[in-house]
């Protein structure tokens, strides 16, 4: 497919029209491309995520199902993109990915205002020190995450800064604090397969309620009774996936969808 293919850009995606089809692309800066397709006519749509270039690229994921819904089918495609971005290059042979935009200096203080969207989230406008903006619109799941991260580089960007306030009130370092014994704790799953087979023996989840996977790099569980069964234990299921995975609910109309992504080390 050449770019003049996509001629059209609705909420982020580029689009092309054939007939009574409407394919969605979105490409990504780490060589990932991610492809929605609707079918007008037999009211039904798929999701994928590939490797570009098309010819040889390798299929990432795609819908364990056909969606019948385009509500649902373009939000499982917002879901293959959340996770999509959070893995490493895969650039390969020629690249069509999406220009990543250039850094630049942050101004004063972020400004941070309730989203316009139909669904929870905020909205962050960064000052450039050039005089130009930015807004991110983000989740309460990817602010948590970035918060997180955030605090995580700190201790090695900032960590010379203060360290001082390490110190006790003799000028020596304080005692630290003794370290709890964990060689018998349980890892918990780590791999894809092994939370499979978590979900399947202790919460009777089986490959038949899996909506979308990425590499393994989150399971979207629908249908009931599995996903009542994972909310209503939920404390087991983050005890019993932690510290590799961690789970959360996405509010959809008429049902709910239990999304379990991987913890990635930062």
Request: glycine share 10%; with cysteine.
């Amino acid at each position: 497919m050449h770019d003049d293919r996509w001629p059209e850009s609705v909420g982020g995606w580029e689009l092309y029209r054939e007939d009574r089809r409407e394919h969605y692309r979105k490409r990504m800066s780490n060589g990932l491309t991610v492809f929605a397709t609707w079918d007008g006519d037999r009211r039904g749509g798929t999701v994928e995520a590939r490797v570009e270039p098309l010819g040889t690229g390798r299929t990432l994921t795609a819908g364990h199902r056909e969606f019948r819904s385009r509500n649902d089918l373009l939000t499982a495609a917002r879901l293959v993109v959340d996770v999509a971005a959070n893995l490493p290059s895969l650039r390969m042979g020629r690249e069509t990915t999406a220009d990543p935009l250039r850094a630049g200096e942050v101004a004063g203080n972020p400004e941070a205002v309730p989203g316009s969207g139909d669904v929870p989230e905020v909205e962050l406008t960064f000052t450039l020190t050039d005089g130009r903006s930015i807004t991110l619109v983000m989740t309460e799941e990817q602010t948590d995450a970035m918060s997180s991260a955030i605090h995580s580089v700190g201790r090695h960007v900032w960590s010379r800064y203060h360290d001082e306030e390490d110190l006790g009130d003799d000028g020596e370092p304080a005692e630290e604090a003794e370290v709890p014994d964990v060689s018998e704790v349980d890892a918990g799953p780590s791999t894809g397969h092994e939370l499979m087979v978590v979900l399947e023996q202790r919460f009777g989840v089986t490959q038949d309620h899996l909506l979308a996977c990425v590499d393994w790099s989150a399971v979207v569980v629908i249908g009931e009774p599995a996903v009542t069964t994972l909310l209503e234990r939920s404390d087991e299921l983050a005890d019993a996936v932690a510290p590799g995975w961690f789970p959360g609910a996405v509010e959809r109309p008429g049902e709910v969808w239990v999304v379990l992504h991987r913890a990635f080390a930062s």
